[in-house]
């Protein structure tokens, strides 16, 4: 079973476009985290949820929500979608305290907005 | 906001060579991590580094903690097909928000 999974893989959306991504783990974690990746590869965090509750927020965009409705799950939903949102965006998960040995990636989501 | 200075961006290397890639900032961490990025899928840990002046392999790879704790370099000999990807440095504090800074990764290409 694969640990942290996302989905869709995918997104290819209009601007202007609503669209939100879905974040599962399997492994106990409490901590829960979404990070983006832009074309230069860059991975910058964006949000951090400990049991529940947003812990870290990197300055993005309030059209980016975060709802986290158990411990397992961490989603994010994109508001009025622009082209620069264009990315891959990684969940992760964590026991708390960050123990950086166990942080897992899930698979990324590619989302392109034309 | 924080950055980590991953060199070099990009490596082309022959099947067998050895390569090495660093990680610096100019802020202290008290831990470096290196993770590897294959196409299409999320960062793997490769190593974990808690203590300055630490060195730890795993296999091939070998990692560093800088004694000023602000840098970090990984090393991995008789490069292989397999080791082509993204290896990423990242830091983490202690205080404050626990939060990864990643660098900007270095892309590795291996010419059989």
């Known amino acids: 079973d694969t640990a942290v999974s996302q989905t869709p893989k995918y997104l290819v959306t209009q601007m202007g476009n609503d669209k939100s991504i879905k974040c599962e783990q399997n492994?106990?974690?409490?901590?829960m985290y979404w990070y983006k990746q832009d074309s230069k590869k860059f991975l910058k965090i964006m949000f951090s949820?400990?049991?529940?509750?947003?812990?870290i927020n990197e300055t993005v965009p309030n059209r980016f929500s975060p709802k986290s409705p158990d411990k397992a799950h961490l989603n994010l939903h994109i508001n009025s979608l622009e082209l620069g949102d264009s990315a891959v965006y990684f969940c992760?998960?964590?026991?708390?305290?960050?123990?950086?040995?166990?942080?897992?990636f899930g698979p990324g989501t590619r989302l392109t907005v034309l | 906001g924080q950055q980590l200075n991953q060199s070099p961006q990009s490596m082309f290397i022959q099947e067998g060579e050895d390569v090495s890639m660093n990680c610096t900032s100019s802020?202290?961490?008290?831990?470096w991590l290196w993770y590897k990025q294959d196409p299409g899928e999320g960062p793997v840990l490769l190593i974990a580094?808690?203590?300055?002046?630490e060195l730890t392999s795993n296999g091939r790879l070998t990692a560093q903690f800088g004694i000023t704790r602000k840098d970090s370099f990984l090393n991995i000999s008789a490069s292989i097909p397999s080791d082509v990807g993204i290896y990423f440095c990242a830091g983490l504090r202690s205080q404050g928000a626990q939060k990864l800074v990643f660098g900007q990764g270095t892309r590795l290409t291996i010419n059989p």
């Open positions: 992760a998960s964590s026991p708390w305290p960050i123990h950086t040995d166990t942080q897992y």
């Open positions: 492994l106990g974690h409490d901590t």
């Open positions: 949820y400990n049991n529940k509750e947003l812990i």
């Open positions: 580094l808690y203590k300055a002046g």
């Open positions: 802020s202290i961490f008290n831990t």
